[in-house]
């Protein structure tokens, strides 16, 4: 099991310019941003917020899931 911090994406929830604002910040390689956009606001293990498109949202619930393996 693992419990996830997970919101509807608004840009106010990152600083002014950051990425996050604009797009999906989970997906993407760090080269090639992702073109979908933002629909939810996510956090990491590190505590940091990203936000995520309606596609990558399960990647990140399949990273914070790998600690169930
Ligand atoms: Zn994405």
Known sequence: MATFD?????PEDFSAGA?????????GDGVTPCPG???YT????A?????????HVL??????????E
């Not at 996510?42 to 293990?45: H, K, L, M, Y």
């Not at 990647?59 to 169930?68: A, G, M, P």
């Open 6 to 10: 997970i919101r509807r994406w608004r």
């Open 19 to 27: 990425a996050s604002r604009r797009q999906c910040t989970w997906g």
């Open 37 to 39: 956009p933002p629909a």
């Open 42 to 45: 996510v956090i990491d293990r």
């Open 47 to 55: 505590g940091r917020k990203w936000a995520a498109c309606s596609r």
């Open 59 to 68: 990647s990140h619930i399949d990273d914070r899931l790998r600690d169930d």
